[in-house]
């Protein structure tokens, strides 16, 4: 089984310090996809396209996956493991890390925060002007395997609050970074019992 951390959207890369050590150290081998991003829309089609063939590079064919999502990437989500399922390589299951959730329908990241209690927040750094009014691919059967939240940024209280309410599996480790690693990479075992 690998662990696929997939980074933020706009070019940013997967966070959470210790992460791909501490999975090492637990035997799930984490893949650590580069996502290129550019300034051209559609955005999102374009990082779950280039997350997909990222992970085809790193992943064997067939080798089950965690999909674990940081940050915008977050509601990408359902599209990035529709792909994975296209591609025969079975999903056992999600994560996101201070992410907002997938939403039914084709909301906008506009949508998704207002409706998120993420509304204020500020743009992040170069955000292009048509990324937060877009319409985001969505998966209509997800989720097709166990979720779970990892809260480490208090911001997003709200969007673990409602993972919660969801019945997914949440760590909560705000104010406690040195613990974030371990969490995530338990977290992830429990997914996959």
């Known amino acids: 089984m ?30 650590l996809p580069e996502v290129p991003d550019d300034d051209t829309p559609p955005h999102a089609a374009r990082y779950v396209a280039r997350a997909s063939l990222e992970i085809n590079r790193l992943v064997a064919a067939g080798a089950p996956t965690v999909l674990v999502a940081e940050g915008d990437s977050g509601p990408l989500l359902g599209a990035i493991g529709a792909a994975q399922r296209a591609a025969h390589r079975p999903v056992l299951g999600y994560v996101l890390v201070d992410a907002p959730l997938p939403q039914p329908g084709s909301p906008t990241r506009a949508d998704i925060s207002r409706n998120q209690g993420l509304d204020g927040l500020p743009d992040r750094e170069g955000e292009p002007a048509a990324y937060r009014t877009e319409r985001l691919p969505t998966v209509p059967d997800w989720p097709d395997a166990p979720c779970g939240y990892l809260l480490t940024d ?37 997914l996959t019992r």
């Open 154 to 190: 208090p911001a997003f209280a709200h969007p673990a609050h409602l993972a919660g309410m969801r019945g997914w599996v949440v760590r909560d480790v705000t104010g406690e970074p040195a613990r974030a690693a371990g969490e995530l990479a338990a977290l992830v075992g429990e």
């Open 2 to 31: 690998i662990t696929v951390l997939l980074p933020p959207t706009l070019r940013a890369p997967f966070s959470l310090p210790g992460a791909a050590e501490e999975l090492t150290a637990r035997g799930r081998p984490p893949a």
